[in-house]
C-alpha cells in the first residue's frame, strides 16, 4: 500500500460511508479481533460500519468488545445481502481469495463497493482496489494497526479496539512464540497494553474458558496421535463418531495439531477432523522451519495458507485420506528427512 493508497483512502473515510467489514469463513482470533478492532476505529467517524461474518465462530471469542454485532451470512442472509448492496465500501480481512468466504463470495463479487483487503495469506487473488497484503505479517491484527498508523490516527487507538487487535495478534503467533513475532510485533502489543488491552485478562478469555467435555477430547486425540519418525512427521484423527461422543462444539479442535509439533525432532503435524455436515476431512497443517505446508496443501488438499500453518480439506474418507496423506511424504522427503 503506498502513499498515494493512503491518501485515496484518507479521502473515502473523510465522510461517512457505508461500509461492509468481512472476515474469512470459520473465523478465528484473527479475523474476529482484526474486523472488530476496524469496526471500532471506524465507528470513531461517524461511519455505518457492520460486520457480517460467513458464519459462526467458537465460544472462547465471544467476548470480545462489540461482538454481540457481527452478523452471520447463514442466518441472516437477507438482511446480509441487502447491506452488501447498498455498501459503498468492503473490507476484506485475513483472507486472500473469494473463495474463502464461502457462500458470500457471489454477493461480494457482485457489489459495486470499493474493496480494501488487509490480509497476511501467500498469493493472494486480485479482486480489491487497495490492497494491503503483506504475508511477513504475525497477523491481520497487527497490520489494522498498521493500518491506523498509516492513516496517523494511532491516537484514537481506545481500550475496545487494543483489546481487539491484542487478542488476534495473540492467537496467530501461539501466544508470541512463532517466527512471524518481531520486535515490530512486541512494540505494537506494549502498545496496546498501554492502550488498555488487560493481556492476562484477554489470555485467560481465550485460553482457560475450556468445557470439560473439550478437555476429554484432547485426551482422544492424543491417544490418536501417530508419528512417522522417519519424515519427522505426527498426525491426529478424529472422527464424527469420536467427535459426537465428547459432544464436539465450534472451535473444540483449536489448537490441537500443536501438540504434534510439540515432539522432539517433529517438524510436520497434521491433524484430520471428520465432519459429516460437510461430507469431507478437514485438514490442518503445521511445520517448523522452511517446510511449506502451503504449498503442500495447495498440492494435494485444495487449501493453502501460510509458510507454518495452512488447512485444506479431503473428499476422501478418512482411511483413505490418511493413505493418501502418507503416500506423498516421500516427494517431500528433501525437507522432511533428517
Ligand atoms: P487452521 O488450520 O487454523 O484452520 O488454518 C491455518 C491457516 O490456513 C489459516 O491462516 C487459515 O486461514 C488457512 N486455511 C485454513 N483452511 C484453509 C483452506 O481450506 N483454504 C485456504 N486457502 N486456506 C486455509
Ligand atoms: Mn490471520
Redesign the pocket.
Known sequence: MNKEDINSIKELLSSPKKIVIIPHKNP?G??IGSTLGLLHYLKKYNHDAVIIAPNDYPDFLKWMPGEDSVLKYDHQKDECDALLISAELIFTL?FNSLGRIGNMEEAVANTKAIKIMID?HQQPDDYAKFMYSDVSMS??CEMVYNFIDMLDDTDKVDADIATCLYTGIMT?TGSFRFSSTTSATHKIIGNLIEKGANNSQIHNNIMDTNSYERTQLLGKALSNLKVIPEYRTAYITLTQDELNSFNFKKGDTEGFVNYGLSLKDIIFAAIFIESQQDGIIKISLRSKGDFSVNELSRSHFEGGGHTNAAGGKSDLNMSNTIDKFISILPQYKKDLKA
Do not use: M, Q
Open positions: 478465528d484473527d479475523a485475513d497476511h497477523s491481520t496467530d
